[in-house]
C-alpha cells in the first residue's frame, strides 16, 4: 500500500525462492492504509484514511491481478479493516469516528453491504478476529486499551464484552491460529502485551508484557504458532521471538535490521518467507524464515 501515492503495488513471489516480482499498481482512494484478501484469495478491500470510504477489487486467483469494483463509504478516517475466516464478514476501523462499521459480504460476488456500526475506544487502529470467528478484538491507540466483542457466526453482528487494558499507544493486534494468545504492540510502552484467551468465551488475561523495539506497530505470527515477529518503526529493527505454543509465552531472539520505519509485516502461508514493508525507504524488506529446528 501506497499511501503517498495512492496506489496498491502488485508483486507476483516465486514459491520456490521468496524473491517478488513487480508486476504494477492499482489506484484507490486518497491515503490507503490497510489492505486484506479473502480467504478464498478472490476479494480484495483496501481502507482509504483520507476518502472515508473502501475501495472493492475482485481478484484474479491465477495470476493476482485486481480489477477495481468501486468503493464503498465508511466511517471518518477508516484505519484497519480484518474479514472472518468464513468471508461472510468485513469489520473496518473508523480512527476519528471510534467505531467499526461492519460489512456483511457475498461470497461469490465480494460486494458489501453495510450493516451500522458499533462504539470502540479511542482511535481504534487495528483489528483481529479469532479463527472460529466467534471473537473480534480492537486495538485503542487512544485509550490505552482493547476492545472485546463477541461475534454472531451466523449474522455477523458485534456484542460489547468491555475493554482490557494494554501499554501505551497500542497500535496492532493479533490472534494465534489456536485461538489460545493475543497479542497487542504497544507503540508508545515499546513493549507487546500478552494475554491468555478463554476459547469459550473470548475472555482475555493478562500475562505480562515482553519489551521490543521502539515504537513497535506490527504484529505477525507464523502459521505454525512457533514464531512471532514484531515490526519497530523508530528503531527501523524487526524483534523475533519463540512462541511456546502450549502457553503462549514469548521468548527474544533479539533483533534483524529493516530499511527505514518499517509499518507492515507479512508471512507467507508456507510460512518460508517473511516481507516487511518499510513507510520511509519506499520498500519490502525480504527474509526468509527457517520452518525446521
Do not use: E
Amino acid at each position: 500500500m501506497n499511501q503517498n501515492s495512492n496506489t496498491v503495488t502488485h508483486f507476483s513471489r516465486n514459491t520456490s525462492t521468496g524473491a517478488l516480482t513487480y508486476q504494477g499498481t492499482i489506484a484507490t482512494g486518497s491515503s490507503p492504509r490497510a489492505l486484506v484478501i479473502s480467504a478464498d484469495g478472490a476479494s480484495a478491500y483496501v481502507t482509504n484514511f483520507g476518502s472515508n470510504s473502501v475501495s472493492l477489487y475482485s481478484r484474479n486467483t491465477s495470476t493476482g491481478a485486481l480489477t477495481s469494483q468501486g468503493t464503498i463509504a465508511a466511517g471518518s478516517s477508516p484505519q484497519a479493516l480484518a474479514i472472518s475466516a468464513d468471508g461472510a464478514s468485513v469489520y473496518v476501523a473508523n480512527w476519528n469516528a471510534a467505531n467499526l462499521t461492519r460489512f456483511s459480504r457475498n461470497t461469490s460476488t465480494g460486494a458489501l453491504t453495510s450493516q451500522g456500526t458499533v462504539a470502540t475506544g479511542s482511535q481504534p487502529n487495528a483489528i483481529t478476529i479469532s479463527v472460529d470467528g466467534a471473537s473480534v478484538y480492537v486495538a485503542n491507540l487512544g485509550a490505552t486499551t482493547a476492545s472485546i466483542f463477541s461475534r454472531n457466526t451466523s449474522t455477523g453482528a458485534l456484542t460489547s464484552q468491555g475493554t482490557i487494558a494494554t501499554g501505551s499507544s497500542p497500535a496492532a493486534v493479533t490472534i494465534s491460529a489456536d485461538g489460545t494468545s493475543v497479542y497487542v504492540a504497544n507503540f508508545g510502552a515499546g513493549t507487546l502485551s500478552i494475554y491468555g484467551r478463554n476459547t469459550s468465551t473470548g475472555a482475555l488475561t493478562s500475562q505480562g508484557s515482553i519489551a521490543t523495539g521502539s515504537s513497535p506497530n506490527s504484529i505477525s505470527i507464523s502459521s505454525d504458532g512457533a514464531s512471532v515477529y514484531v515490526a519497530n518503526n523508530t528503531s527501523s529493527t524487526l524483534s523475533r521471538y519463540s512462541r511456546n505454543t502450549s502457553t503462549g509465552a514469548l521468548t527474544s531472539h533479539g533483533t534483524i535490521p529493516t530499511a527505514a520505519n518499517p509499518s507492515a509485516i507479512s508471512i507467507s502461508s508456507d510460512g518460508a518467507s517473511v516481507y516487511v514493508s518499510n513507510y520511509t525507504a519506499s520498500s519490502i524488506s525480504m527474509f526468509s524464515r527457517r520452518t525446521t529446528p
